[in-house]
């Protein structure tokens, strides 16, 4: 499941841990910047793809400064091709956006951002229905898109509150979806220009109080910025400036390609990079698909790091839906083992060796429950019923010790089933114990540990069948070596 020849590795496992560390949530919260909406899928093929910052950007520019020649005789850069060249500049992009509603009022700038975010033109796609499938504490994203909460409509194990607004911050739970810079198509403003970012903590403070509350409480990971996105910056910069030397620390995942001193300065400021650019297979992938596909690898690193949940016992665990691409998913030593693989031409002591295997796992990941749910219990005695013949001719052919064993495991699934030993193997265990009790001091203190539970298996069997010499018998035995020390079989 793990690529340790990726240096970032640890951060994820952390992440991951922080993500399935409770149900129905974790304690793993997410930040989603524009680069993850490039994730998205046209409804037509003429939309293309979802566009970021710089194409925004690059019309403001055209529009405010107009025309073909951007020089002066004198060959100097004009204002427009000076501005173009400052696409990716975090400054700029603010400045732009200030300058553009100055120009042509703040009416002007909106409708520009709906019109080239056409967020109707495109819906979610694989990677935003695995994002809102993980058990995430809360989703914040300063997106204005509508494709994490359209995702999250359709998520099977998920149900989220959108929060658009402050007044609906009251009335939302978590897990939540929240729209920190507004959204589409009508929840203005739309956080854009210098202006906005500086007055933002005054006029927005609720949602910056609550973004520090979810960085406190849970592990932050941003997703979907470069590490010169004004969005990422000021809410880190904010949640810094709010927490001090108490704020926790901040993952920032992507396809990030920082220089060694970039990556310094955001260590430096409680942010722990965790750069993909760095994965073993992405130099194999198209350059075109470098991100979604570096997107989709963090996104199956998580889902396969999910423990097998206790409520599935004892069937195996469920696998992945889609399957899982890039990662492959670790054995949990939580889980039970699926039914053997049986050749209906083994003998059937071997078919026994292979249920006993099965049945001592089983047990060892039993959840705990002192009566089992009884859909549970009829599917055990449905799995001990389907080879119920092998198991008794099985038990014939065994040496004594590995017998004991095996009825040792097979008392306990009928226990587990509630079924009672008069309808299976009470006669042979019986007759077992009765051949085996003189060697008792003999055995190991395992094996001693498994004798001494048949013959409580069998106490209680003499008691159901109301045959008071078997269980006087059992319980003078017993009572005798209750001193001995109990040891797991």
Known sequence: MTDDSFPDEPHVRRIAAALWSREPTGT???LVGAGFSRNAIPQRPSAGIMPGWNDIYTTMVEQLYPGGSTSDITGRQGPREWLLRQAGATSAYLRVAEEFEA????????????????????????????LVELPWADIMTT???????????????RVYDVVRTIEEIPAARSPRVVKLHGSFPSNMPFVFTEEDFRTYPARAGAFVNLAQQVAMENTLVLLGFSGDDPNFLFWSGWVRDRLGAKAPLIYLVGVLDLTAPKRKMLEARGIQPIDLRYLPMLASWPESQRMSNAHQWFLERLRAAEPYPQQRWPRPAAGFVPPLAYVTAAIDPCAPLPDPQLNTQLPSVEILRLLVAQWQ??????????????????????????HFHHIVHGLRLLPEDERLIALFELNWQLEAALIPLSLTVGKEVIAFLEALHLRYSTLSPSLASCFRALVLAVIRHAREENDRELFTRWVDW????????PRAC
């Open 28 to 30: 793993a919260a997410l």
């Open 103 to 130: 120009q042509f009022g703040r009416g002007a700038l909106d409708k520009l951002i709906l019109q080239y975010v056409p967020d109707q033109q495109f819906k979610p796609g694989n990677l935003h229905r695995m």
């Open 143 to 157: 997106n204005w898109d509508t494709l994490i909460e359209r995702a999250a409509e359709s998520a099977e194990e």
């Open 361 to 386: 796992q089983n047990r060892l990941v039993y959840p705990d429950w002192i009566v089992p749910p009884i859909m549970t219990s009829k599917l055990l005695w449905g799995r001990v019923y389907r």
């Open 478 to 485: 017993l009572e005798a070596r209750l001193g001995d020390e």
